[in-house]
């Protein structure tokens, strides 16, 4: 049974500061890792995806890695402002054949504080 | 549309009353999610349909809930009979299926629900 973790559960950063959100899986099987941005009371922004056979992608100054051996990957995110504040999920879509089902992990609470 | 839209955006019931909750996905998408986000909690999986395959339904946490995809698009979900304890958000997801398994999912701004 595939399971997704995410740590730190929650992050205090000054602005400007650069980090680094970590997502780890169970199973390497995997079709694609997507993260996914969510501001209170609001529903899900697609950030990032990154297929199977991909190592990284990048949009703007976010940056995410993929280690499907290990079960890893990291959210990068450059000299973060307040309005980066929110929740971030990855999720992993796995699964038999044509069934991918997206698994979540419970997500990382991020501030940054001007 | 653009996106993913749920309707309504709010709803408030009554104890034992039966809701039902709309769903329409991006055009041409063929897979559909439906996920339940309590307050404070992960997203909770409840079912997915992938084009005219039988549903995951593995997550419907009980035989009060159900769902169904009318000519592979809208999707309702309904909750029979409603509690407290389901008082959440429920959230709607599509995307590409069948073999196109390596694409985005889009998310919808979620139906909030509240049983009192």
């Known amino acids: 049974k595939q399971e997704v973790t995410q740590i730190p559960a929650a992050l205090s950063v000054p602005e400007g500061e650069n980090l680094v959100l970590n997502c780890s899986f169970t199973d390497s099987a995997i079709y694609n890792l997507q993260w996914f941005r969510q501001d209170p009371g609001k529903g899900l922004t697609s950030l990032l995806l990154i297929q199977s056979s991909q190592r990284e992608q990048t949009s703007g100054r976010l940056n995410a890695s993929l280690d499907k051996s290990s079960g890893r990957s990291t959210l990068y995110i450059a000299a973060s402002q307040p309005g980066d504040s929110a929740t971030y999920l990855c999720?992993?879509?796995?699964?038999?054949?044509?069934?991918?089902?997206?698994?979540f992990g419970q997500g990382t609470t991020l501030q940054v504080k001007p | 549309g653009a996106g993913v839209s749920q309707s309504p955006s709010n709803k408030v019931t009554e104890k034992g009353k039966d809701v039902e909750l709309r769903c329409d996905p991006i055009?041409?998408?063929?897979?559909l999610y439906w996920y339940r986000q309590s307050l404070g909690q992960g997203l909770e999986f409840l079912i997915y349909?992938?084009?005219?395959?039988?549903?995951?339904k593995s997550g419907l946490p009980s035989d009060r809930f159900s769902a169904e995809r009318t000519g592979g698009s809208v999707s309702t979900l309904t909750i029979q009979r409603t509690q407290q304890e389901d008082s959440a958000v429920y959230l709607c997801?599509?995307?590409?299926?069948?073999?196109?398994?390596?694409?985005?999912?889009?998310f919808g701004q979620g139906t909030r629900l509240t049983v009192v």
């Open positions: 997801a599509s995307n590409l299926g069948g073999w196109q398994l390596n694409t985005e999912a889009f």
């Open positions: 999720a992993v879509r796995s699964g038999s054949s044509n069934t991918g089902k997206l698994i």
């Open positions: 349909f992938q084009g005219n395959s039988a549903p995951d």
């Open positions: 055009s041409g998408h063929t897979a």
